[in-house]
């Protein structure tokens, strides 16, 4: 099992220009997540998919959309990068979304906007 | 609203001396709380979860962790520290909301 994959591993961006960063997973699981890795602030939840079907917004989700493509697929979309959106960016994945369960990180995508 | 303090962002240690890295939290619900370990480079990895069974939580290569309802603490240990060890820790709590909230994380150094 490859677990949590994300693509690219490094990207970089002008300021306005768009991209879609890519997560899959081969676990089965249902719930899905995407956060954000800022120098000093620990990890921000970004958006959500409890379930397939569904998304919703966490914690920073300003600027920032997602698809839930299906069961294995989370992606998320930068409309108009900013340089306030350089950062490193984490796909996670867990069985289900309850306060118990573990989740799986991917190994991240560096993303610089100039 | 629940929130993580790490207490020490840099924590050095020599090679086979004991490994203390300190977390307390604030939840206004029964929480899980876990530590993640993050190597250089790398994605997050869990080392051990709290999920109100025994205080006491053993993990993945030698730590541990207690958890203390009276201090709101859940420090990580490990009795003795190896080369690979050195990496970033977070202390993470997940309540009723059921979203995860990082502690900014502790880098670990290990000294020859």
């Known amino acids: 099992n490859a677990g949590v994959t994300q693509t690219p591993k490094f990207q970089v961006l002008k300021t306005g220009q768009s991209m879609t960063l890519q997560c899959a997973q081969d676990?089965?699981?249902?719930?899905m997540y995407w956060y954000r890795q800022d120098p000093g602030m620990g990890l921000r939840l970004i958006y959500y998919?409890?379930?397939?079907?569904?998304?919703d917004k966490g914690e920073v989700p300003n600027g920032y959309n997602v698809s839930r493509l299906n069961k294995r697929e989370f992606s998320l979309r930068l409309e108009s990068a900013a340089p306030s959106q350089t950062s490193v960016y984490f796909c996670?994945?867990?069985?289900?979304?309850?306060?118990?369960?573990?989740?799986?990180f991917g190994p991240g995508t560096r993303l610089l906007v100039l | 609203a629940q929130s993580v303090t790490q207490l020490d962002s840099h924590v050095s240690v020599s090679e086979g001396t004991p490994v203390l890295l300190r977390c307390n939290y604030s939840s206004s619900y029964s929480p899980s709380l876990f530590w993640y370990v993050q190597h250089p480079n790398k994605g997050l990895q869990l080392l051990l979860k709290?999920?109100?069974?025994?205080?006491l939580v053993k993990g993945i290569n030698g730590f541990e962790a207690e958890f203390k309802k009276s201090e709101t603490s859940f420090h990580l240990t490990k009795p003795s520290a190896h080369m690979s060890d050195a990496a970033e820790y977070f202390c993470v709590v997940s309540d009723i909301g059921r979203q995860l909230t990082f502690g900014s994380g502790t880098q670990l150094t290990v000294l020859p």
């Open positions: 996670a994945s867990s069985e289900t979304w309850t306060l118990q369960e573990t989740q799986y």
């Open positions: 676990m089965n699981h249902n719930s």
């Open positions: 709290y999920t109100s069974a025994a205080t």
């Open positions: 998919s409890a379930s397939e079907g569904t998304t």
